[in-house]
């Protein structure tokens, strides 16, 4: 078996440790996964089409998870005031404490030294970003690391949206992220 196989294996085996976990409690592991990415998605990036992508599922698979989370009192809907049908959701205390919740994988991670954690991570990201190039896919990376991002405010400003960023923002996941060149 080559080195890539056996790295594509190991990265399966620990994602469906990750995924039995999120049978926990009263929810299943894409309604966990979405209350994952909410936690970490910035303001523009919190749509239900935004959630299905990222995760890599459909918007109506989505939208009813979404829904099912709203019910469950883990997350809130927000319709837009310009646009009542562009809806954007937000985790409440509760979702916010199922994020915070241990997990197996994040442990295991968490108790490697730290330089292990960083080339883990360094290879990881350099891994997802080619498979994303390959298949088309969004980065979905933080504000700080965008070619859009202006660095000249406190926060941040967004030179694509024209926007400045709220505090905390530039260290969250954007739909419109393209890696800084």
Partial sequence: MNTDHRIRTLINRLARINASEGWAGDLNPTQRMALEYLAEANMFSRSPSNVAEYIGTTRGTMSQTL????????????RKEHDQRSISYELTKDGGEIVRQP???????GDMPAENQAMLEQGLMQSLILALAANGGRSFGQCKSCAHHDVTTENGFCK???VSLEPGEKDKICIEHEEAG
């Fill in 160 to 162: 694509l949206l024209g």
């Fill in 103 to 109: 997990n197996p994988v994040a442990q295991a991670v």
């Fill in 67 to 78: 829904k099912a989370l709203a019910r469950k009192g883990y997350v809130e809907e927000h």
